[in-house]
Every structure is written in structure tokens, then in C-alpha cells.
């Protein structure tokens, strides 16, 4: 099966801007989590999506959001971007029951001028 | 609050040589733990998990409910483990939610 995609796999926007990344499952996984990587903070947890529905959130404003669609391909959306949400976005992926293991895909890297 | 503690930023041995990688969390229910490796340039990747019980090129993970522990351990280091190695916990009731230590830089040199 082919792995977890993301795309762009590099983003550049200025302050104020808003921003949209792509993520697609392993197929026939139903569940997508979002990850945010940073030197500072590490991975941290954004929000988690399973058909379609937020199953599960973090602790970040709320300039911070997503969707699922129903062939479980994921996007989230970041508005009026700051400096500090320069960082590495993750997302993972499983088949959606509890405590299953998660799949990783290469990341987009955003960097906020 | 739910926590993972990964107390070493660096560990660096010689090929060879025991490794012995800490995590600790605090959760007071039943957890699932999980060891995550990323080696240069490729993506974050399971190593193992605690209900499989497996051992994963040479490592192993025993949890320990009675000190919250789940080190990861391996007798004979090589290069190639050479990586960074995340800790993980996810909990019952959010169960797509991984709550990651901040990870271990393993070195081992030749």
C-alpha cells in the first residue's frame, strides 16, 4: 500500500497570510491526525479527524482548524499566520479504532516570513 | 494531565555497547505506549508498541505500570540505530491522540 502523502512538502508565507496542507491516508485507513513539530515544543497534538467528524482536538487557538472529506483525505487551514507557527506539519494516519497504531507522512515545512 | 518524559536529549554510545532509552509518563488509566524512530531524513515510523510484545531489529520495551516506565532497551548497539526516538502515549479515551516525550538523540559511534 502506498504510504501517508502530504502536500506541498515546502511552504514559504509572510505574516497575516493563511495557509492549506494536504494529507492522504494509507487507503482504506479512516482516521487522520495532525501534528505540529517544533524545535521548542516538540510534536504536539492539533486535532484528529475519523469520517469525517473532529474526534479529538489539542490545545491551539482557533486560527488553527481542519477537515476530513469522505474518502478520508484530510486539510488543514491555518489563517492570519503568526511567526511562531513556522514548524513541521505531521499528520498520521490509522485505521481509526482506539489506541491504533499511527502512520506518518513526510511532513509540509512551513516557514511564516 | 496526561505527560511523557524522555529525560536524555542525547544519548551516545559505542557500537556495541547496551542502550538504554527512558521514557516515564503519567496517565492513571490503561495506556498504550508506543516507540517512534526517525532516522536521518525519512519519516517518523513505529519501532514497536507494548501489547505487540515484539522485539524490533535487536530492541525491546517493557511497560511498567508499578514506575510508569517504558524504556526502551537494546543489548548490542549498531550504526545504523543511530536516529531520534519519540516516546509515545496514547489514552482509552482518546485513542487518535498521541502525546509525544521529546525525544532521545541516539549516537553510536564505530
Known amino acids: 500500500k502506498a504510504g501517508v502523502t502530504q502536500t506541498p512538502r515546502y511552504l514559504i508565507k509572510t505574516r497575516g497570510q493563511q495557509v492549506t496542507l494536504s494529507c492522504s491516508p494509507i487507503?482504506?485507513?479512516?482516521?487522520v491526525s495532525w501534528y505540529q513539530q517544533t524545535p521548542g515544543q516538540g510534536l504536539q497534538f492539533l486535532f484528529e479527524?475519523?469520517?469525517?467528524?473532529?474526534?479529538n482536538k489539542g490545545n491551539f487557538p482557533g486560527r488553527f482548524s481542519g477537515r476530513q472529506f469522505s474518502n478520508s483525505r484530510s486539510e488543514m487551514n491555518v489563517s492570519t499566520l503568526e511567526l511562531g507557527d513556522s514548524a513541521l506539519y505531521l499528520c498520521?494516519?490509522?485505521?481509526?479504532?482506539?489506541?491504533?497504531?499511527?502512520?506518518f507522512g513526510p511532513g509540509t515545512r512551513l516557514l511564516v516570513l | 494531565a496526561q505527560r511523557v518524559t524522555q529525560p536524555e536529549k542525547l544519548l551516545s554510545v559505542f557500537k556495541g555497547a547496551p542502550v538504554e532509552l527512558k521514557c516515564n509518563y503519567s496517565?492513571?488509566?490503561?495506556?498504550?505506549l508506543f516507540w517512534y524512530v526517525q532516522y536521518s531524513r525519512q519519516r517518523l515510523q513505529l519501532l514497536l508498541r507494548?501489547?505487540s510484545r515484539e522485539s524490533i531489529k535487536g530492541f525491546t520495551a517493557d511497560l511498567n505500570k508499578g514506575e510508569t516506565s517504558f524504556h526502551l532497551k537494546k543489548p548490542f548497539a549498531q550504526e545504523e540505530d543511530s536516529a531520534m526516538y519519540y516516546c509515545?502515549?496514547?489514552?482509552?479515551?482518546?485513542?487518535?491522540?498521541?502525546?509525544f516525550g521529546q525525544g532521545t538523540e541516539l549516537s553510536v559511534k564505530p
Open positions: 507494548h501489547i
Open positions: 487507503s482504506g485507513h479512516r482516521s
Open positions: 509515545a502515549l496514547s489514552t482509552y479515551n482518546q485513542g487518535g491522540k498521541l502525546i
Open positions: 479527524y475519523f469520517s469525517e467528524t473532529q474526534r
Open positions: 496517565y492513571s488509566g490503561s495506556p498504550e
Open positions: 498520521a494516519s490509522s485505521v481509526g479504532t482506539l489506541q491504533e497504531t499511527q502512520y
